[in-house]
């Protein structure tokens, strides 16, 4: 048996919103790996082992899917969304260099549907025009590019999609997001704050930059942001393809 | 029979990327519609009629499907990638709002993988930090605008897609936005001329900014351009998801 590494993308939630390639790849999978939540998606088979494991431990994941690849197991690393949007994929190319053996080999990146996309299309196209994707997260950057990156987007006019919005451990970077597009945008532009989407748990909220608040997000949220023509027609939000 | 529509991805190219969703709706329709290529994709079946259109008929596609929903037919309009990105779902909610029956229509965009997330997949995770997409097609806008953005989103350090980089309409577009590039970056920062990808056409063209010429683009190709982090590693270009 030859050993492979698939990093594949399951989507935001609904298993109808998985390509074939990944259905495909997880059933010739003898080993899955991924954050706990994620895992829990695939149904164990005969020949599958699942390796759930915790959040942050993404490196160590990376390195034991590329020892079980090099051992002959044929091995998934699954992300929710796409795993090449602050998932698994750079995590695996971040160690890959660490062994020689593990450059030679078979290793794919299977894209999925990411969380903004699915966002959106609930909402109708509110990123139907240049956009840009920013993780709010601060735990692998400084808040201080994360702020002037919001600066810039929003002189750009970038519609924007908000991965990580919130967490526990820090309640208040989507307050000072928020603040930040305060200063640069006028307080009627459209958010749409996006929870588990696709899931039972689905839940769409859309606001006035004026009307939002960082309680509208929790962990499961994506925080769409319109750009300055963004509008309603009907119950959706779009943003039109034409601009000045 | 209650008709509705739907505004379906069908991903970059082969029918593997396409979700079970889409699958589904394409599998219920009594009509197809979109740009010809993107039409020729669908199978024909009895009952199913197919409305291939050229290109630039945007409107009049979304006007001519909301008008057989209306009448009953179980409509799916079809995008190559997501629906949502550069694509026909904002034409469809631009006209929505013509004919107050056509508000009240079941409507659903259903997304796909995106050109930009397939070509990042197939070269690494080159996306794999904050990012933005730029359509470069001055169709729509005016290319001060791009240059504008171009340079925002370098001053930002964002890693880049460029969709619609060149056209035989428009071969200057890329030169110049490369050129707007050159006094942003460095020259040793990485592109992914990623053209056709998962087709038997596909290509995948990794060069630095100093060596980048318009012409490694055409009407099927996405550009990818890093940030300044962005590195390679054996055969992968991927973005670190730390950053300073």
């Known amino acids: 048996m030859s050993g492979w590494l698939a990093i594949a993308g399951l989507g935001p939630g609904d298993d109808a919103l ?39 431990e993404e490196l160590a994941r ?34 890959l260099g660490e062994r020689e053996e593990w450059l030679h080999l078979d290793i794919r990146v299977l894209p999925g549907i990411t969380a903004m996309l699915a966002a959106a ?24 590019l994360i702020e002037r990156r919001l600066r810039l987007a929003a002189q750009a006019d ?17 307050g000072r997001a928020l603040a930040v597009l305060r200063e640069a945008c006028e307080p009627e532009r459209l958010l749409v704050f996006a929870r588990a989407v696709t899931t ?7 606001v006035t930059l004026g009307e939002a608040t960082p309680e509208m997000a929790d962990m499961r949220t994506v925080v769409l942001v319109g750009n300055s ?12 393809r034409r601009a000045e």
């Open 121 to 144: 299309a609930r909402a109708g196209a509110p990123l139907g025009h240049d956009f840009c994707a920013i993780n709010l997260s601060d735990n692998l950057k400084p808040w201080a």
């Open 18 to 56: 998985l390509t074939a390639e990944v259905r495909e790849a997880l059933a010739q999978a003898t080993d899955v790996l991924g954050y706990i939540p994620y895992v829990a998606r695939i149904a164990p088979r005969p020949g599958l082992t699942l390796h759930p494991s915790d959040n942050r």
């Open 158 to 174: 970038f519609a924007m999609a908000f991965y990580n919005p919130r967490s526990a451990s820090r309640p208040e970077g989507l």
């Open 62 to 95: 990376a390195r034991y899917a590329l020892a079980l690849a090099a051992g002959g197991a044929q091995a998934v690393i699954v992300s929710s969304g796409d795993p090449g949007v602050f998932a698994m994929a750079s995590a695996v190319f971040e160690v």
């Open 200 to 206: 039972p748990q689905e839940q769409l909220i859309t």
């Open 229 to 240: 023509a963004t509008r309603q027609v009907g119950r959706f939000v779009y943003t039109p």
